[in-house]
């Protein structure tokens, strides 16, 4: 050891732990946090209430695409879940429902967003800088501001010349009413999937914009009986089988879904392939909606209803591409005026999940920007060598392709409680994972990924950077996953104990 001067530092149970967020990510490391007998975490919400996606996302139709037993957490099962695939405002009602549960509205700071973050060397301290002009500081911080949550907004000649109502999906305008107008979707993906038909019974006439013609697969949605749930509320384990048997089977179809195998992908295109057979009967119609990608290029889409709102009389579908907005709607590229009372913007989100969610400055000054310019990295998904005692949910690379998000969030929410925990019980000023074991696990995943069909050059998709290259999505299973981060490990980190302020940076002050 070297280098320590003796001074007086509070110690760690005297520095809170702060959470940036209270989505799922946030929630979840909460609840572990207390399980684990940690109760000085501050969770730190831009908002004025908790849920992220599903506080943010109000749009009508707006569901889950995978099965709520599993699209839940493991460890808070909810016997009553109304539908196999539950829709946004009883999702939000979970995710507060697990907030009273647990108490964690003491811990919650509403209405503050992080401006800046920096690490102190010296004292192995965070310090992060609010909107409210206040200064936090912190022996760890756990990042868990989500992936999809900040509008990608379209950049179309004249948008700002358009004086209808305007919104995206993801900012619904609640008080603009659709009924009997003339409205615009621009966007194909999972959103607009889900708002189109919804809308569709009100307005007077809809015009979809498709970019990109995507796969889509029927969904298999069906309300939960009484008697099911009660089932579920006296015998538990029976709803723990059911999701073991949605993850496990997940897991079994993995393989179609995330390896670039035309004879793989051609499973699910047959299938995709079928239900737009049954649900468009015009062939130019179905034509224009055929994908030209390898199926899981693209998130998969799942829509009973979809095909069959696009077949209605008032809806219509407009390929030939946006030129620009004029004031009173949309020229297409074929020339075509066509005058809307009203736009919506599908066109999805700026992805958080590969880079810094606000100014991040770590060990010897270096920021989270300069070191993810090449692509964002992180040791399985959560620490970042030369950032120390800093953790994400939902970091790099640890988004599914096949299979429900929370899955992986929990495998991160009980790896971070592990860091904690060492950190606190033997009194540490700082945990910091090595440069060559992130490099050597990231050299392994990148390696991994060129066989991934989302890298398969077929299509464009907010899982890749502009270079082309996925720091977004997990190449691999989910089971798999979970057991690489299931122990932390302190031999893969630099550990530094705090014995006080170091005359060194941390960085050189290590046992
Ligand atoms: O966004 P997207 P999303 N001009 O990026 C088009 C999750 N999610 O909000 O394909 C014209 O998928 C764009 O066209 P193209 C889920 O993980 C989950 O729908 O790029 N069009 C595309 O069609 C999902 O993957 C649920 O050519 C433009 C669409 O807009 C993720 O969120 C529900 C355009 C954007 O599709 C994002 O889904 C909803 C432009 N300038 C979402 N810019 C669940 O159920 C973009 N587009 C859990």
């Known amino acids: 050891?070297?280098?320590?001067?003796?001074?007086?530092?509070?110690?760690?149970?005297?520095?809170?732990?702060?959470?940036?967020?209270?989505?799922?990510?946030?929630?979840?490391?909460?609840?572990?946090?207390?399980?684990?007998?940690?109760?000085?975490?501050?969770?730190?919400?831009?908002?004025?209430?908790?849920?992220?996606?599903?506080?943010?996302?109000?749009?009508?139709g707006v569901a889950c695409d995978v099965p709520s037993y599993v699209y839940s957490f493991s460890f808070e099962p909810n016997p009553n879940w109304s539908r196999m695939f539950a829709e946004g405002p009883e999702i939000q009602d979970y995710l507060l429902h697990c907030v009273d549960k647990h108490n964690l509205r003491k811990h919650m700071q509403f209405n503050t967003a992080i401006l800046k973050a920096s690490y102190d060397d010296f004292s192995g301290v965070w310090t992060l800088l609010t909107d409210q002009g206040e200064q936090l500081q912190a022996r760890v911080v756990i990042s868990a501001v989500g992936g999809l949550v900040d509008p990608a907004l379209p950049n179309i000649a004249g948008i700002d010349s358009y004086k209808g109502e305007i919104f995206h999906t993801a900012r619904w305008n609640h008080a603009a009413s659709l009924k009997d107008k003339k409205v615009a979707?621009?966007?194909?993906?999972?959103?607009?999937?889900?708002?189109?038909?919804?809308?569709?019974?009100?307005?007077?006439?809809?015009?979809?914009?498709?970019?990109?013609?995507?796969?889509?697969?029927?969904?298999?949605?069906?309300?939960?009986?009484?008697?099911?749930?009660?089932?579920?509320?006296?015998?538990?384990?029976?709803?723990?089988?059911?999701?073991?048997?949605?993850?496990?089977?997940?897991?079994?179809?993995?393989?179609?879904?995330?390896?670039?195998?035309?004879?793989?992908?051609?499973?699910?295109?047959?299938?995709?392939?079928?239900?737009?057979?049954?649900?468009?009967?015009?062939?130019?119609?179905?034509?224009?909606?055929?994908?030209?990608?390898?199926?899981?290029?693209?998130?998969?889409?799942?829509?009973?209803?979809?095909?069959?709102?696009?077949?209605?009389?008032?809806?219509?579908?407009?390929?030939?591409?946006?030129?620009?907005?004029?004031?009173?709607?949309?020229?297409?590229?074929?020339?075509?005026?066509?005058?809307?009372?009203?736009?919506?913007?599908a066109t999805g989100f700026d992805l958080g999940l590969t880079s810094a969610p606000f100014e991040v400055t770590g060990a010897a000054g270096r920021s989270l920007d300069e070191a993810w310019k090449d692509g964002a990295v992180a040791y399985?998904?959560?620490?970042?060598?030369?950032?120390?005692?800093?953790?994400?949910?939902?970091?790099?690379?640890?988004?599914?392709?096949?299979?429900?998000?929370?899955?992986?969030?929990?495998?991160?929410?009980?790896?971070?409680?592990?860091?904690?925990?060492?950190?606190?019980?033997?009194?540490?000023?700082?945990?910091?994972?090595?440069?060559?074991?992130?490099?050597?696990?990231?050299?392994?995943?990148?390696?991994?990924?060129?066989?991934?069909?989302?890298?398969?050059?077929?299509c464009n998709s907010w899982y890749l950077n502009a270079d082309g290259s996925n720091h977004a999505l997990y190449p691999g299973f989910a089971h798999e996953y979970t057991a690489r981060i299931r122990t932390f490990d302190p031999i893969e980190y630099k550990v530094c104990v705090n014995e006080g302020i170091s005359d060194k940076p941390v960085l050189e002050a290590v046992v």
């Open 185 to 345: 979707v621009i966007g194909t993906g999972c959103s607009a999937v889900q708002v189109i038909p919804h809308i569709a019974e009100e307005v007077s006439e809809l015009t979809v914009f498709q970019r990109t013609a995507a796969w889509v697969l029927p969904k298999y949605d069906a309300v939960i009986s009484e008697k099911t749930k009660t089932l579920f509320s006296k015998w538990p384990i029976l709803q723990k089988t059911v999701r073991g048997t949605l993850k496990w089977g997940s897991e079994a179809l993995g393989p179609f879904l995330i390896l670039d195998s035309e004879k793989l992908s051609s499973v699910f295109e047959w299938a995709a392939r079928r239900n737009l057979k049954k649900g468009i009967k015009n062939t130019d119609l179905r034509e224009s909606l055929t994908p030209n990608f390898q199926f899981g290029c693209k998130r998969m889409i799942i829509s009973s209803d979809y095909y069959p709102t696009l077949e209605k009389e008032h809806v219509s579908l407009e390929t030939s591409g946006i030129e620009k907005f004029v004031k009173g709607g949309i020229v297409a590229k074929d020339g075509t005026q066509f005058d809307f009372d009203a736009v919506i913007l």
């Open 1 to 60: 050891m070297m280098g320590i001067i003796q001074k007086d530092l509070p110690n760690n149970t005297d520095l809170p732990i702060i959470i940036v967020g209270s989505g799922f990510g946030g929630i979840g490391m909460g609840i572990q946090l207390k399980k684990a007998g940690i109760d000085s975490f501050i969770i730190i919400e831009r908002e004025n209430e908790i849920g992220g996606t599903w506080r943010d996302n109000t749009y009508p």
């Open 380 to 458: 399985k998904g959560v620490t970042v060598s030369g950032f120390p005692n800093w953790f994400s949910i939902m970091g790099p690379n640890t988004g599914p392709g096949h299979t429900s998000v929370i899955i992986y969030t929990e495998a991160q929410i009980n790896y971070i409680v592990q860091a904690v925990q060492h950190i606190q019980e033997n009194d540490l000023k700082s945990v910091d994972v090595k440069q060559a074991i992130q490099d050597d696990y990231n050299e392994g995943l990148q390696n991994r990924m060129q066989y991934t069909v989302w890298t398969s050059g077929s």
